[in-house]
T-cell receptor, first 117, second 113 residues
Framework: GAVVSQHPSRVICKSGTSVKIECRSL??????MFWYRQFPKKSLMLMATSNEGSKATYEQGVEKDKFLINHASLTLSTLTVTSAHPEDSSFYIC?????????????FGSGTRLTVV | DAKTTQPPSMDCAEGRAANLPCNHSTISGNEYVYWYRQIHSQGPQYIIHGLKNNETNEMASLIITEDRKSSTLILPHATLRDTAVYYC??????????????FGKGTLLTVNP
């Protein structure tokens, strides 16, 4: 149990366009979802935290107007990278907190490799 | 959350036990020790967690010292597929926006044939 599906796994987009990444909890309800970004050979950096039905909370230095997060239900959160630029190329990973089993930590998606050309 | 210190890299022979240390000398009484790993180009995977007792599951064992200032993750029979970055994270238990998971640099474990 506790599976998080992230889609797409890879995406290439042109500079200036927007890209949407979906994160779904398949077999549980996620109270909170988190979005991370990871550059090559670096650790995961938390970008934002989203709770179902409320606005996302962004970490310092993360542009909320550029990285739009929507958490419309207890099983789906989306991250939209707007007006993407080559420096936004990165590995984006979501994670979800199981509403009924918070002590077990978080389940992560498989990640989305974004390349902006 | 308490900070952790891990060696940047370790090597292990296939079939042998891999022992990954983690120091967390500033851990608080209500903080758990969590271990995750990240295989290249994948999302992190939960391995195990514990508060003060040793824990074992199908993936690994977690040994926490009596003073809780350090712990060791043990992979009893490492395989090539265990090559990954292993993260030791200390935090209070709970889900939700107040319980962020912050990753350090972790230990790159390389299992050699």
């Amino acid at each position: 149990g506790a599976v998080v599906s992230q889609h797409p796994s890879r995406v290439i987009c042109k500079s200036g366009t927007s890209v949407k990444i979906e994160c779904r909890s398949l077999d549980f309800q996620a109270t909170t979802m988190f979005w991370y970004r990871q550059f090559p050979k670096k650790s995961l950096m938390l970008m934002a935290t989203s709770n179902e039905g409320s606005k996302a909370t962004y970490e310092q230095g993360v542009e909320k107007d550029k990285f739009l997060i929507n958490h419309a239900s207890l099983t789906l959160s989306t991250l939209t990278v707007t007006s993407a630029h080559p420096e936004d190329s990165s590995f984006y990973i979501c994670s979800a907190s199981h509403r009924d089993k918070p002590v077990y930590g978080y389940t992560f998606g498989s990640g989305t490799r974004l390349t902006v050309v | 959350d308490a900070k952790t210190t891990q060696p940047p890299s370790m090597d292990c022979a296939e079939g042998r036990a891999a022992n990954l240390p983690c120091n967390h000398s500033t851990i608080s009484g209500n903080e758990y020790v969590y271990w995750y790993r990240q295989i290249h180009s994948q999302g992190p995977q939960y391995i195990i967690h514990g508060l003060k007792n040793n824990e074992t599951n199908e993936m690994a064992s977690l040994i926490i010292t009596e003073d809780r200032k350090s712990s060791t993750l043990i992979l009893p029979h490492a395989t090539l597929r265990d090559t990954a970055v292993y993260y030791c994270i200390v935090r209070v238990a709970g889900g939700g926006s107040n319980y962020k998971l912050t990753f350090g640099k972790g230990t790159l474990l390389t299992v050699n044939p």
